[in-house]
């Protein structure tokens, strides 16, 4: 009673300052309440909601408390890419503690040590210039040189690494073969499942603690190394979001589907280890958005302010309502609009692009209202999306699909016939285009993982009812919660989002989306025959017996009959998109057969042959977006070289069907099980000109 009376008496002589006083009790209980939270409550929601596999550890090391680890998916074995080169860099300066290596020693780069991706050394060096084992390692770590990195191999051995990494207690870190260079592998079914290397989250961490603690090697090696990782040259990830001057040791890695992240925040509360392996990731980008990125990103800053409380922004604006966005509302959407405002307002209002739905963006909401004489309520509607025009989900605007689709892709001349065929594929078939007649082939009846070649298939079926009935390309596609949730390669089309079928197929075949095979298999599967009920001709979900048919299914089942009329007598689908599944296989062989008989289908060579693509989607709330699709297969930057798709997996390799032009003569490449992206092209390319001389 007391208090209320002494409250009482404050309120009736100075509101603000209880206002005040308020509203620092509620930022204190606020506050208190979110430190409150465990590592786990703070990381799991963000890794729940991204679409791809990913395993974390974090580890205090300073403490030794309960409170002081995190680890999600721990000792699951992950795909590493360039992570791994630490790992070998540990490796490196053991054997130089150990004398067995000199890191001054002068090595001279040859021009067949070259190999493509990451780093400085193969496109500014020439061959001859020398380079110290210690400079090599120091490029390998700061700029993910690929080529540095298999010079430090060749100094040190390729399968020393993974012996020393269990013999520290790691014995799932491995470095498996050299960088683009598979056919060195040391553990080739490693190789297969997880790429150029593997780990778990709680090994990598361990590897950290060990080099910061100086247990390792020497106490100057490990600093040597901790200097280098200081020193890496990318960003993104760990460091992206955590406060100004904070530095972090660390090593990133990506290739396709994955990325990771492992290294040490030195914050003011201590060392704080961290590592963060993704992949299988729907979000395949490279961009420093990318989603695998972004999560990585914040799961660094949730550890940082789990151990450095006084660091944490705990203001969270609302969540989100529906697609009538009004203030308080947050996300991506809001982020859109926030861009779009930008772009279409005059002056500009120079939003923040924030995600949050606050004064400034109704205000700009207000303005835009009145421009364009809608009612002023500040509320996004129906109207307001209309009188928006396209929304722009980048920095960037996206250009209208008409800029898009007129422009047309410089090509080059086609080389000489001329030199043998150079070959890293498992299997390879050439064919000829007239008549689907495989003419020349190595393991090319061999039923394999295929990845995204699958959706030659799943685009011949959709335009075989087109040649059929025109009118389905005019059909509307709604896309669902399952096909947005797809994981993969993507065509970035939104559930709710609808398009024509007519564009959604340069979605499946340009940018390889996942996302949009699923899509079209719903939309046409409930008009096509069930399985068979022995499931012969069935997808892994094709039962039935004991639960209803969905519309992939029946796709599904469709796909294998259609396999079968082909004489496609070494395939068998599970799925339309072409994620690895269990007795999902075709062979080189087969897809010949299917290639020609494809691109025998009205539309089916326009389709595949196009460089890229733009298109407007729309939702039901009445938003509109511009998206660009453009076409995976690089052969079409050459003179004579047509499509028809490309498709990478873990298990498959880097696969590769398309169709070349010499004179009068159309042949069929099919290249499945190269040893990267880059390799299938040449693959392809040396093939075909060792044809066109036969």
Known sequence: MAEGLFLG???????????????????IVLSQAVHAQSLAERI??????????VAVAIKHLSRDDKDAAFAYRGDEPMPTASLIKLAVMVE???????????????????????VPGSGILTPHFSAGMSLSLRDAVRLMMVYSDNTATNLVLDQIGLKSTADSMEKLGFPNTKIHAKVFRRETSAFPERSKKFGLGSTTSNEMVGLLAKIHGKQVVSAAACEAMLDHLRACDDRTMLPALLPDGVKVAHKTGAVSAIRTDAGVIESRAGPIAICVLTAENSDQRWTDDNAAKVLGAKIARAAYDYFNPESANHERGPAAGDAALKRGASGPLVADLQRTLNARLSPSPELAIDGEFGPATEAAVLALQRKHERAATGVVDEKTWSALGPIATGDAPVPDPEVVNA?????IAETALDGPPLVTAAAWAIGDAASGKVLWGADDEKPRDIASTTKIMTAYIVLKLAAANASVLDETVTFSQRADETPGSTADIRAGESLPVRELIYGLMLPSGNDAAVALAEHFGDRLAPPDRDNKTGGASGDTNDKPIDAVARFVAEMNREAAALGMTHSHFENPHGLTAEGHRSSAGDLVRLAHAALAVPRFRDYVTTYQRGCTVTHASGYRRNVVWRNTNRLLSIEGYGGVKTGTTMAAGACLVAFARRGDRELIAVILGSTSNDARYVDARNLLRWAWGN
């Open 9 to 27: 008496r404050i309120r009736g002589r100075n509101g603000a300052v209880v206002r005040a006083f308020a509203a620092v009790i509620c930022w």
């Open 44 to 53: 799991e929601p963000l890794i729940k909601g991204h679409k791809g596999t």
């Open 92 to 114: 490196t300066y053991r054997q130089a503690e150990e004398k067995k290596v000199d890191l001054a020693k002068s090595i001279t780069l040859a021009e067949n040590d070259k």
């Open 407 to 411: 422009a047309r892709r410089k090509r």
